[in-house]
């Protein structure tokens, strides 16, 4: 069954400190993986985006990385700040031969607190 | 702000009924997805278009459907709604098609109650 699974569930961390969210897929075919910032009730933000050659992607303070071979992600948050408490959302793409058979699956994300 | 704009903003209605979302893309983005996020289900894929073209379906229900213009802009038609249809509908708009690595921009939804 195809699946994206994000751990952990919730974090708390202080303002300043680094964390790691981590995202295991059992997706396949397998087109591309995204990350996405979602702040309650509004929709979510383009993080990152890598395909299947892609091993880290950057982008300011987060830095994604991908291992196609295990079907892990995950997504480092440097320095954190007040305003990077939100939800982090992993996403997949899997492409089809026809349009009923290609996916956008979706983890069920990670609720990141930042405390001063 | 994203670019991409959808309206009515809040939809309240009453089980049975049916409901029209509409969302303009982003200038020159030829592609249009629309997402439902629920409490208890989370974000779902449910249809995506391309220059006018069906090009993906996810769990999008036979009462749903969706379609896209010639001016590109999108409606997602709900019918003989029910209690669980209750969600925030997002679309999104991306330059490319559905494999593309461009970025989806999201708009800022609309929130459809049931009651």
């Known amino acids: 069954k195809n699946q994206v699974e994000q751990s952990p569930q919730s974090l708390i961390i202080l303002e300043g400190k680094n964390c790691t969210l981590q995202c295991n897929y059992t997706v396949s075919p397998f087109s591309n993986l995204r990350w996405y910032k979602q702040d309650t009730g509004r929709g979510p933000v383009s993080l990152t985006i890598m395909t299947f050659s892609e091993n880290t992607k950057s982008n300011g303070r987060y830095t994604a990385t991908l291992d196609a071979d295990t079907k892990q992600s995950s997504l480092h948050i440097t320095a954190s700040q007040l305003s990077d408490s939100a939800s982090y959302i992993c996403?997949?793409?899997?492409?089809?031969?026809?349009?009923?058979?290609?996916?956008?699956?979706f983890g069920s994300g990670t609720r990141l607190s930042i405390r001063p | 702000d994203s670019g991409v704009t959808q309206t009515p903003k809040h939809l309240i209605t009453a089980t049975g009924q049916r409901v029209t979302l509409r969302c303009s893309p982003r200038?020159?983005?030829?592609?249009v997805y629309w997402y439902q996020q629920s409490l208890d289900q989370g974000l779902q894929f449910l249809i995506q278009?391309?220059?006018?073209?069906?090009?993906a379906k996810g769990n999008i229900l036979e009462r749903f459907s969706a379609q896209q213009f010639p001016d590109l802009h999108s409606e997602l038609n709900l019918s003989s709604l029910e209690l669980g249809d209750s969600a925030l509908y997002f679309c999104?708009?991306?330059?490319?098609?559905?494999?593309?690595?461009?970025?989806?921009?999201f708009g800022p939804g609309t929130r459809l109650t049931v009651l």
């Open positions: 278009y391309y220059n006018g073209e069906e090009r």
């Open positions: 200038s020159g983005d030829l592609s």
């Open positions: 999104a708009s991306s330059s490319g098609g559905f494999t593309s690595t461009d970025t989806q921009y």
């Open positions: 996403v997949v793409t899997s492409p089809g031969e026809y349009s009923s058979a290609s996916k956008i699956i």
